[in-house]
T-cell receptor, first 115, second 114 residues
Framework: AQSVTQLDSHVSVSEGTPVLLRCNYS??????LFWYVQHPNKGLQLLLK??????LVKGINGFEAEFKKSETSFHLTKPSAHMSDAAEYFC?????????????FGAGTRLAVHP | EAQVTQNPRYLITVTGKKLTVTCSQN?????MSWYRQDPGLGLRQIYY???????DKGDVPEGYKVSRKEKRNFPLILESPSPNQTSLYFC?????????????FGSGTRLTVV
């Protein structure tokens, strides 16, 4: 069975400093991996996705993530945090074991950005 | 605009009173799914549908029903709501079940059962 572990439930950074949100996954298949962002009182928006092409994936708003198979990780980074990045972030793995790809969500990481 | 529309956004109801949360997508997507979001648990899948008249249980289906009579609509039905169904609900759709293109989510329905 596939699973996702987000290693930090809360991350706090200062504006202009780098962001690192950590995600480890377990998978019996070649996974598809996603990062979604949820702003307060909003739905989930796709930030980026990995589907077995380039291991370094660039997403929207300056975010990127690197797929490391040897470490089973898919950490999300951004060089310089902006106040508008404050939100909850979900790492998601797509599970193809049931004949279709069910999304399995991590518990989420809440990012706070301070002036 | 391509979107998934859920209604209502907020709902407070009493235990045992049947309710329906509607979900509609305008992208001609085959795959639709319902999730509930609870603090510290991320999103958990309730039901999904691969196409019209094809539905199946997700991880937490107890107390819920769904139907898929038309491609664009996928309502979530709570026949007899209970307080443990108080949660934030999301509908999602995708062109197909493989998830390679990601999923489009609705804005959510916050349900409170008292």
């Amino acid at each position: 069975a596939q699973s996702v572990t987000q290693l930090d439930s809360h991350v706090s950074v200062s504006e202009g400093t780098p962001v690192l949100l950590r995600c480890n996954y377990s998978s019996s298949y070649s996974p598809s991996l996603f990062w979604y962002v949820q702003h307060p009182n909003k739905g989930l928006q796709l930030l980026l996705k990995y589907t077995s092409a380039a291991t370094l994936v660039k997403g929207i708003n300056g975010f990127e993530a690197e797929f490391k198979k040897s470490e089973t990780s898919f950490h999300l980074t951004k060089p310089s945090a902006h106040m508008s990045d404050a939100a909850e972030y979900f790492c998601v793995v797509s599970d193809g074991s049931g004949g279709y790809n069910k999304l399995i969500f991590g518990a989420g990481t809440r990012l706070a950005v301070h002036p | 605009e391509a979107q998934v529309t859920q209604n209502p956004r907020y709902l407070i109801t009493v235990t045992g009173k049947k309710l329906t949360v509607t979900c509609s997508q305008n992208m001609n997507h085959e795959y639709m799914s319902w999730y509930r979001q609870d603090p510290g648990l991320g999103l958990r899948q309730i039901y999904y549908s691969m196409n019209v008249e094809v539905t199946d249980k997700g991880d937490v289906p107890e107390g819920y029903k769904v139907s898929r009579k038309e491609k664009r609509n996928f309502p979530l039905i709570l026949e007899s709501p209970s307080p443990n169904q108080t949660s934030l609900y999301f509908c999602a759709s995708s062109p197909e079940g493989q998830g390679l293109w990601g999923y489009t989510f609705g804005s959510g329905t916050r349900l409170t059962v008292v």
